[in-house]
């Protein structure tokens, strides 16, 4: 019965013992799928770490990829209201222009109408410088005639003083015969 019982303790132990092996075994497996498990974890935090950084990196890019629209779309709308400015400037510019050239169209048909009146009144100037001339020549005929109308005048007068004193040495010789007469009779 001893003999019995050592046999199948003696058994139960070959087994607890080839047990323990397999359980060694399992354990040492396990291990080694722990540490290769454990690798694979660090190898997923190095990779999660490094992505992350891209994420961490991107949204950098992006906050400055969004300033720079930001910056491009100001700039954009600057140049914009430059441009709406100067498209406005230059529809003031061609105003400016075109109220120019009505401008120098009139100063030109004005420069015309003034061009034809001075040569009206140069013309009159000359027509009046022509008859001024010949009043002029009339004027110095008749100045010749006045002076030589005064001479005969004067020799009228001086004639006719002559013949006035003739008449009267006529009148005295006749009233002189006549008192003569008067005493004869």
Known sequence: KFKESYQQTKAELGKCKEDLEKQLLAATDAARQLAHYKDLMEMNQMNLYKRDEEIRKLKQAG?????????????RDDLEKENAKLKDDLTK????????????????????DLEKQ???????????????DTLTTDYKKLERDYVSSCKSNEELKNALKSEETACK??????SHLDMELRAKT
């Open 63 to 75: 906050k400055e990829s969004e300033s720079k629209h930001k910056q491009v779309k100001q700039e």
């Open 118 to 132: 001075l040569k009206t009144e140069l013309e009159t100037v000359e027509a009046l410088k022509t008859k001024n």
């Open 93 to 112: 510019e061609k105003e400016m222009a075109s109220s120019y050239k009505t401008k120098k169209d009139h100063l030109e048909r004005l420069k015309i």
């Open 169 to 174: 040495e006529s009148k005295a010789k006749v």
